[in-house]
Every structure is written in structure tokens, then in C-alpha cells.
């Protein structure tokens, strides 16, 4: 695939700057597709993942100032990201596959510097993002059925979450209508249950007409078993499915703030023989957002912010430095990622978090 970068820039002479520079990009990226693993159940997920792409649109400025109240530098850009086939992962059926989806995203961002003398520098990055998932489906494995009326959500003999299709697209069955015959699970089900009490607990002990054994029956196998016994979709219609695909369509994406903020401040002193202390400290705030596709409020990840510090010591002409340093003073336990588990491990959530309070010494020469 074709992938490029052009950038057009543009220094223009200005009565209000000491130097000013406009700036528009575009770029193209790519990634390539793959296959995924075979699905247990067919239609679960696709057999394979499409290659994705991004076309990156961009404005910008950067300014620089001499003023009365010292030395100023304002960037400030605009951007357009368009995901055609964005490549997400996740678990289904204690298999790891790649679906795709489409996302447009766009914000803007703001650095600026500002250095009143030429000891004392402040700094600060803000940024906004806005992002949404195009008309996409995906399965959600928290809700498999989302709810659907004409769907019974069941477990397979591994604990993975399978989802049977009544006939019609009707309410689950009762013992009065269409049990499944011949199908004897022990010792939970009794006779006359329904299908979606047989089903719900499939297990090892399962047997089909005239006493073969089914052995341990999954999401798999389950139309197999509906088949044999006369319930599948030859006779009383019931169907294995792999559940009711969510639609996107408008959610954030997974990891992206809309707000993001980034502040510092730095002092040199100068002491005796041009050996100079600069101290410096860094806050970083992010704002809330999901950890997955589907903006379930399980996923929301909240907002946080780290702090840091540090103290420099320079030798003369900056031959050497030695620098002491903390990173997350507060020691918080910031949430930063997540992922789910397949159902068969209980759907737990696996978060992934920043470093704890981290503290050290640097030593380093210049040659």
C-alpha cells in the first residue's frame, strides 16, 4: 500500500511576532491484516482481520515573542485523524482475535513557553480530543444476547458464554412446549425442563438419544447436541449463535481522553565558580475515558494526574550533571489500561496501572 507524508510550511513577516511559521501536513499509514483463529462457533468472529489505514490531516502555527514581560513561544495546531479498518483485539472463547473498526478523531493542541527572566521558565501542553467509532458491530463479551428478546444466554462444560437462538425469535422455551428429548443431564436438570434449562447446564454428563455419550459439551458443539436430539434448526428450531453484535456506532475510543493538561516550572541559581542548581516540577493530568470499544460504565477509567520532581546540580561549561529525582510524589495508583478476561475466566478485568512512587539519582557527563 501507498503511504506517504507532505507538508507545505509558510514563514510569513508579522508585526506581532518576532518569527511566525504556518504549517499543513498530510499523511498516510497502514497496517497490515492477518488471520485470526478458527471459531468454535461459526459466524463468532471472522476468520481473519482486514489490513487498516489512517489519513492524518494537520494545521498549525508556531509563534515566537519578545516582550516587556520576557521571551514567549505559542504552538498551536488542529488535526483530523479518518481510521478506515483500525485494528482492535480482544478475548472471545478463550481465543485472542482482531476485529476492525472505522473512527474518526479530531482536536487541537496548545504548547506554550514562557521564560520572564532568563533563570525562571514556565510551560504548559493542553489538549482536546473528540473521537467516535463509525457504524461498526462487535460482540460485546460482558452481554453476548445484549438483552434481545429470542435469546437465552447459557454456559458451556468450560464456562464460556454461549448464546441459543429460540425458535421464531421467541421467548425462551417452556417444559410445556419443546423440551429437548433424550437429552439427560444430571443431577440439576429434571425431566420435563426446558431447552434453556437442559442447556444451561451442559456439561460432561451429558448424553443424546440411546445413551451415546455427548462428552463435554461447548459452544462448539452445541447445535450438534440441539441437532441430535431433535431441537436444532431441522426440528424444533433452536440454534446456537454467537450472540447479538453491539453496535459502536458514536462511543469513544479506548484510551483516549478529550481533555489533557501538562504544567511546569524550572529555576536556575547560579552558585560560586558557574556551577548552577536548577530544580524543576511537572504535573500531569488526564482526563477520564474507556478502557474497551463499548463504553460499558464497567470500562470508564477515571481521570488522574502525576506529579514529579526533580533538582539538577551543573558543573561548569555543563561538563557534568548530577541530578536527583521523584517521580509520582502522591505514590497513587493511576489506572491506565484494561483488558477483559474470555467468560470462562468470570469476565474479570485486568487493569494495568502507572508506577508507584519511583525516586533515583542521575549522573552523566558530556563529551
Keep these: 500500500a501507498w503511504t506517504g507524508h507532505a507538508v507545505a510550511t509558510w514563514t510569513p513577516k508579522t508585526d506581532w511576532s518576532d518569527q511566525t511559521t504556518v504549517y499543513a501536513s498530510y499523511s498516510r499509514g497502514y497496517r497490515s491484516g492477518g488471520f485470526n483463529p478458527p471459531a468454535s462457533v461459526p459466524g463468532l468472529f471472522p476468520s481473519s ?13 508556531k509563534n515566537t515573542f519578545e516582550t516587556g514581560l520576557g521571551a514567549l513561544q505559542a504552538n ?15 478475548i472471545i472463547n478463550r481465543q485472542s482475535v482482531n476485529g476492525n473498526i472505522n473512527s474518526t478523531l479530531y482536536g487541537a493542541e496548545g504548547e506554550f513557553f514562557w521564560a520572564p527572566t532568563d533563570d525562571l521558565q514556565f510551560n504548559m501542553n493542553v489538549g482536546y480530543t473528540h473521537s467516535a467509532i463509525g457504524n461498526t458491530a462487535q460482540l460485546d463479551t460482558r452481554s453476548p444476547t445484549l438483552g434481545t428478546h429470542g435469546y437465552t444466554l447459557l454456559k458451556d462444560s468450560n464456562g464460556a458464554n454461549c448464546a441459543l437462538q429460540t425458535p421464531g425469535g421467541g421467548a425462551a422455551a417452556t417444559p410445556a412446549t419443546s423440551p429437548i428429548p433424550g437429552l439427560i443431564v444430571a443431577p440439576q436438570a429434571q425431566p420435563g425442563a426446558s431447552v434453556a434449562e437442559y442447556a444451561g447446564y451442559l456439561n460432561s454428563n ?5 445413551g451415546r455419550p455427548a462428552g463435554a459439551v461447548t459452544c462448539g458443539t452445541l447445535q450438534a447436541v440441539l441437532d441430535a436430539v431433535g431441537a436444532g434448526a431441522g426440528g424444533a428450531g433452536y440454534s446456537a449463535s454467537g450472540g447479538v453484535l453491539d453496535n459502536l456506532k458514536g462511543n469513544e475510543m479506548p484510551n483516549t481522553p478529550k481533555i489533557t493538561l501538562a504544567l511546569g516550572v524550572q529555576y536556575t541559581f547560579h552558585l560560586g565558580g558557574d556551577y548552577t542548581v536548577v530544580p524543576r516540577f511537572d504535573y500531569y ?9 463499548y463504553n460499558d460504565p464497567a470500562d470508564k477509567m477515571k481521570s488522574y494526574d ?12 555543563n561538563v557534568w550533571y548530577a541530578r536527583a529525582w521523584v517521580q509520582n510524589l502522591e505514590n497513587k495508583t493511576n489506572v491506565t489500561g484494561m483488558y477483559v478476561t474470555d467468560p470462562s475466566s468470570a469476565l474479570f478485568t485486568n487493569l494495568f496501572v502507572g508506577d508507584p512512587r519511583t525516586y533515583g539519582l542521575t549522573l552523566g557527563v558530556h563529551f
Excluded: H
Aim: glycine share 10%; no cysteine; net charge negative.
Design 49 to 61: 482481520f482486514a489490513p487498516d489505514t489512517v489519513d492524518s490531516y494537520e494545521v498549525g502555527t
Design 76 to 90: 498551536v495546531t488542529g488535526w483530523y485523524y479518518n481510521y478506515k479498518g483500525y485494528q482492535v483485539s480482544q
Design 285 to 293: 493530568w488526564n482526563g477520564k475515558t474507556y478502557g474497551t470499544i
Design 306 to 317: 502525576v506529579m514529579n520532581a526533580q533538582i539538577q546540580l551543573n558543573a561548569p561549561d
Design 206 to 210: 451429558a448424553r443424546v438419544p440411546f
